[in-house]
Each structure stands twice: as structure tokens, then as C-alpha cells.
């Protein structure tokens, strides 16, 4: 059974940071990405990384303010949220596939991705 937890959201002003953390079983050394969905907003592509953490993508909405990175010994991804926005306000989902890879999940529709965590929520004040 494949399980994934989130934790590290919370309420931070804008200009803050926060790192999100997110501990898979059940199923390990495969791609994972983090999601994000607004109020009244579709679930979006946020960063992704392959299996080995030589490969990264990110939305262009993140690019240079976000980092997503991985311990395999620990079985757990981070997404590192720095100079956070106000539009960045919303629950952060992690994900996991066991076929698609890192690239893939940063194209393809949310629906294709077999494993989610529950979310964390993340709140930016302005």
C-alpha cells in the first residue's frame, strides 16, 4: 500500500520561506512531484524530480524561488518555498507514479498520477 504525508505548511508573511517534506512507503525509488491547488482553482504542477534527484522540473511560476530535492535513504522529498507570495497560498499536495517519470509529471494531466498525499496547506499574508 502506497502511502504519502505531507507536513511543513503553515502561515508565513510574504518574503518568508518554508520547507515541505514528504515521506513515501510502499513504493520507493520512483519519480515524485508536488502539486498545488488554490481556492476555486485547478490542482497545478509545481516541481518534479526523477528517481536519482539528477533531474528537476518546475513550473515557471516557481522557477528560482522554489527547490525540490530528495533523501532515498529516508524515502522523502522536500519542495524549499522561498520568497514566498501572497498567489502562493494554497494546499500543497505530493505525488507519486510508479511508471511515469519526473518529466511526465510535469506535463501531464493531475488524473494520470496514481498517488496522493493529503495535502498540506500553505498560507502566505501579505
Known amino acids: 500500500q502506497v502511502q504519502l504525508a505531507e507536513a511543513g505548511g503553515g502561515l508565513v508573511q510574504a518574503g518568508g520561506s518554508l520547507r515541505l517534506s514528504c515521506a513515501a512507503s510502499?513504493?520507493?525509488?520512483?519519480?515524485m512531484g508536488w502539486f498545488r491547488q488554490a481556492p476555486g482553482k485547478e490542482r497545478e504542477f509545481v516541481a518534479a524530480?526523477?528517481?536519482?534527484?539528477?533531474?528537476?522540473y518546475y513550473a515557471d511560476s516557481v522557477k528560482d524561488r522554489f527547490t525540490i530535492s530528495r533523501a532515498n535513504a529516508k524515502n522523502t522529498v522536500y519542495l524549499q518555498l522561498n520568497s514566498l507570495k501572497p498567489e502562493d497560498t494554497a494546499v500543497y499536495y505530493c505525488?507519486?507514479?510508479?511508471?511515469?517519470?519526473?518529466?511526465?509529471?510535469?506535463?501531464?494531466?493531475?488524473?494520470?498520477?496514481?498517488?496522493w498525499g493529503k495535502g498540506t496547506l500553505v498560507t502566505v499574508s501579505s
Open positions: 510502499g513504493l520507493t525509488n520512483k519519480a
Open positions: 505525488a507519486l507514479d510508479p511508471i511515469l517519470s519526473a518529466q511526465a509529471m510535469a506535463v501531464l494531466p493531475t488524473k494520470d498520477i496514481d498517488y
Open positions: 524530480i526523477s528517481w536519482s534527484g539528477d533531474n528537476t
